[in-house]
Structures are given as structure tokens and as C-alpha cells.
């Protein structure tokens, strides 16, 4: 059974719109992130928590905000979203420092 | 800031080739390396971890070796087999802000031909 869940898998968005992209997790972990993939730049740091009601800016945050409402759930959100945020998103759980990081199987975002 | 450098974009082999993917790294901290690999359709999971310099980790017959003297940790694989096709990450991991913050290289992806 799958650990870490995202919805949607898939989705469609028209520029300028709003976009909410969610991230549920079962491993009662402290510290979830969101990534995003793209060709030729690996995976690149979002936002994080470390726990309900924390959000932290990760390496590329601009046009996108995050919350953490419970030790669960964690959400990105493009507020106006761009065909530059065409990407995979990735949500991932992890317990203390120097842990592994659990991840979904991705949403991808098309912005048109 | 850390950064993960891999210069191979795509490595292609044939079953039972020896494999050997480069991976340097550049940090100011005390981190953690990992390999991270990623299956079609589906997000990266840990392949091997090593969280002291100058020791090597090893899993499924994978091996990469934590070296601080020459910031590298290489991954390598005796005999590939096709079922090890798929996009292989170098990551280096910073905890000097408390979570866990991974940076990834930008992979290479392994072609495995029958």
C-alpha cells in the first residue's frame, strides 16, 4: 500500500488560473517536501515542512506557496499559474535528518 | 551552496557490461550521499546510502564509495541486468538547517540492451 499519495495525477490548467496539487502521507514522518522534475535539471527543492503548520521556502519557490494543515497533508499551490510550471511535481515524506525520503509517483501539470 | 554534478546524461550497456556512472559533489558541510534510482511511471526510491566519509555502501549488487578527498562517490555495478534500466540520481543530503534538505544531481539515464 502506497505511503505516499498525490492527487491529482494528472492535470490540465489554463494560465492565470489557480492550481492546487495535494500530497497525503501514512508514515507518520515529521518532514514532507515538494520537487519538481525536469528534463536536464534533476529534481529541484520547492517548499518543505517540518511538521503541521510549518512551511519553508526550498531552492526555487518563486510562483508557489505550500500548507501544512496536519501532520499528513502537505499542498503546493500556484496561485497564477504559467507555462513555465509545465513540470512532474513530486511529494515526498521523511522522518528525522539524515533519513530517506519516501515519494509519490508524481503529478504532471501541464500549463496551457 | 551544495551542488551534485553527473556528466553522463545517458549510459548505454549491454546485459552483464560493467557499470560505472561519475558523481561529484560540492559542499561546506558534513553530508550524507546517496543514490537514488527512478522506474518508469514511478517517483525515486533509495538505492544506497553512506553517511560517513570514506565508507562504501552497497545494495542489489550496486556500490558507491563516499570519498572526501576527491568529493566523488561513483556508482558501480559488476554485471547490469535489463531490469536495471532506469534514471540513476546522485544526491547529497544537508541537515545543517534541520530537515533533511536533499540536492539532486541531474541523473543519468541507463539503457540496458538485451
Known amino acids: 500500500e502506497a505511503a505516499v499519495t498525490q492527487s491529482p495525477r494528472n492535470k490540465v490548467a489554463v494560465t492565470g488560473g489557480k492550481v492546487t496539487l495535494s500530497c497525503n502521507q501514512t508514515?507518520?514522518?515529521?518532514?514532507m517536501y515538494w520537487y519538481r522534475q525536469d528534463t536536464g535539471h534533476g529534481l529541484r527543492l520547492i517548499h518543505y515542512?517540518?511538521?503541521?503548520?510549518?512551511?519553508e521556502k526550498g531552492d526555487i519557490p518563486d510562483g508557489y506557496k505550500a500548507s501544512r494543515p496536519s501532520q499528513e497533508n502537505f499542498s503546493l499551490i500556484l496561485e497564477l499559474a504559467t507555462p513555465s510550471q509545465t513540470s512532474v511535481y513530486f511529494c515526498?515524506?521523511?522522518?528525522?535528518?539524515?533519513?530517506?525520503?519516501?515519494f509519490g509517483e508524481g503529478s504532471r501539470l501541464i500549463v496551457v | 551552496g551544495n551542488s551534485v554534478t553527473q556528466m553522463q546524461g545517458q549510459v548505454t550497456l549491454s546485459e552483464e557490461e560493467f557499470l560505472f556512472i561519475n558523481c561529484t559533489y560540492s559542499?561546506?558541510?558534513?553530508?550524507?550521499l546517496f543514490w537514488y534510482v527512478q522506474y518508469p511511471g514511478e517517483g525515486p526510491q533509495l538505492l544506497l546510502k553512506?553517511?560517513?566519509?570514506?565508507n562504501k555502501g552497497s545494495s542489489r549488487g550496486f556500490e558507491a564509495t563516499y570519498d572526501k578527498g576527491t568529493t566523488s562517490f561513483h556508482l558501480q555495478k559488476a554485471s547490469v541486468q535489463e531490469s536495471d534500466s532506469a534514471v540513476y540520481y546522485c544526491?547529497?543530503?544537508?541537515?545543517?538547517?534541520?530537515?533533511?534538505?536533499?540536492?539532486f544531481g541531474k541523473g543519468t539515464q541507463l539503457i540496458i540492451q538485451p
Open positions: 515542512s517540518y511538521g503541521a503548520g510549518s512551511t
Open positions: 553512506v553517511t560517513t566519509a570514506n
Open positions: 559542499t561546506t558541510g558534513y553530508p550524507t
Open positions: 515526498a515524506s521523511g522522518a528525522d535528518s539524515g533519513n530517506t525520503l519516501y
Open positions: 544526491v547529497l543530503g544537508d541537515d545543517t538547517e534541520g530537515a533533511d534538505r536533499l540536492t
Open positions: 508514515n507518520n514522518h515529521n518532514n
